[in-house]
Nanobody
Framework: VQLVESGGGSVQAGGSLRLSCTHS????????MGWFRQAPGKGLEFLST????????YYADSVKGRFTIPRDNAKNTVYLQMSSLKPEDTAVYYC???????????????WGQGTQVTVS
């Protein structure tokens, strides 16, 4: 297992939640990381990506200003800090990794198992 997400759960609208994605094995600080989500009955949606050093980040318009993607390479962990959550943020959240960053899901060859976030 190389990517493990944690931190999902239930939260009220307007609240905050921090997801963690810990990488191991082949996945390292030399990989770019991304976060995606899939709501019930919908396709995979890009949320954010960060480069290896954390020097560059990019956000989807749907989460810009509400979500951030800090990275702690010393802890082999990338986070998705979510605030001002809305019911439409309810989804399974996935982290992904690969040598390059991108907004398309097929950019990433390595995926975590997902963690559920429910906003009511």
């Amino acid at each position: 297992v190389q990517l493990v997400e944690s931190g999902g759960g239930s939260v009220q609208a307007g609240g905050s939640l921090r997801l963690s994605c810990t990488h191991s094995g082949y996945i390292s600080s030399r990989h770019c990381m991304g976060w995606f989500r899939q709501a019930p009955g919908k396709g995979l949606e890009f949320l954010s990506t960060i480069t290896t050093s954390g020097g560059a980040t990019y956000y989807a318009d749907s989460v810009k200003g509400r979500f951030t993607i800090p990275r702690d390479n010393a802890k082999n962990t990338v986070y998705l800090q979510m605030s001002s959550l809305k019911p439409e943020d309810t989804a399974v959240y996935y982290c992904a990794a690969d040598r390059t960053a991108g907004i398309q899901s097929d950019t990433y060859g390595y995926w975590g198992q997902g963690t559920q976030v429910t906003v009511s």
